[in-house]
């Protein structure tokens, strides 16, 4: 190994790279009409995931965080030699296989995995070129946190900028208000939490639907309207000729 | 995972309610449109509650109706079980 190998560099780029496929999963399983493709692209999909997750971990193990470098595992029990990260992944792996991983282990991997996203977290930064946003990259938090700054600054006065916030808050405020027409309470109903991801993985699609929907019912409402207006001047038209 | 869109819901005495968007529907003959969110209330089994309300969009301005009729909601669960069970 490179006597210049930078730990947290490589586990960020790991990290990143992992994302730009999640996201890119997401968008493809949403976009899949055949019902059973989708079914076992998204079970693939969650599969994958959960091996990622190990492998970082593993990768984390192998790593002082703090010294960037290689670090011994020291061993507890001489007798019993601790499990190395290596033969841990192994053993995972195995486990995920044969689909019997311990609720115990996920629970410590999803926590190694949030205790890293306070060291190194990501922010999804969605391209202002792109009103449907489709295109997105992952951007260090600190970095997104700079440039949203960045855009919401007009004046350099203190009073300025806090009455701009306002405005873009109240004005953001606004644009995400839904006004309820009557004193009826919602339909609502229980779905399974598989239901109710393979309806949240859809949301992108589905909001091309509506709007494809609104348009083409808009047309359909022009058209119709044109036929009529047509049919009342021809009907004046007739009228006039007597 | 995708990032949570939150919304706010202003009933007619003005109370605001912050909620998550899950998804949209949109009927088959293209003329009905429908809000699916959740209020955040998980079950301890892992089950989601979620509500679905149709949706109007008039000058920029959005506004919820309750589905009272028995045959549009069945026609909406339909929608949403070919999602679901997709």
């Known amino acids: ?242 | 995972m995708d990032s949570s869109e939150k919304i706010i819901i202003v009933d007619q005495d003005n109370n605001q309610q912050e909620v998550e968007v899950v998804t949209y529907l949109s009927s088959k003959d293209h003329k009905n449109q429908y809000l699916v969110y959740t209020k955040g209330e998980n079950q301890p089994n892992g089950d989601v509650i979620i509500y679905i309300s149709k949706m109007k969009v008039e000058d920029d301005k959005t506004t919820l109706e309750e589905i009272s009729d028995d045959a549009e909601w069945k026609d909406v669960q339909k929608l949403l079980k070919e999602i679901a069970n997709a």
């Open chain 1, 1 to 242: 190994m490179s006597y210049n190998f930078n730990y947290k560099e490589s586990i960020n780029g790991i990290k990143s790279s992992l994302f730009d496929i999640y996201e890119n999963q997401e968008i493809e399983i949403g976009l899949e009409q055949n019902p059973k493709k989708k079914n076992d692209r998204l079970n693939k999909f969650i599969e994958i995931k959960d091996l990622a997750l190990l492998l970082i971990e593993g990768i984390e193990d192998l790593y002082n965080v703090e010294t960037n470098s290689y670090q011994e595992k020291k061993l507890t029990n001489p007798e019993i030699p601790e499990e190395t990260a290596e033969s841990k992944i192994l053993n995972l792996v195995e486990n995920s296989q044969n689909q019997s991983i311990k609720e115990e282990e996920i629970s410590q991997i999803n926590t190694k995995e949030q205790a890293n996203d306070e060291v190194t977290s990501f922010q999804k930064y969605y391209l202002n070129c792109d009103m449907k946003d489709v295109n997105f990259a992952y951007v260090p938090k600190k970095l997104y946190e700079k440039i949203k700054n960045h855009k919401e600054l007009v004046s350099t006065d203190d009073d300025t900028k806090e009455l701009v916030q306002e405005n873009q808050d109240q004005k953001t405020l606004n644009n995400i208000n839904f006004y309820k027409e009557d004193k009826e309470k919602p339909r609502g109903i229980i779905v399974r939490n598989d239901q109710y991801m393979k309806l949240a993985l859809s949301k992108r699609r589905q909001e091309g639907v509506v709007q494809e929907a609104r348009k083409f019912h808009k047309e359909e409402l022009n058209k119709q309207r044109k036929e009529n207006q047509k049919k009342e001047l021809e009907k004046a038209v007739v009228k006039f000729d007597i």
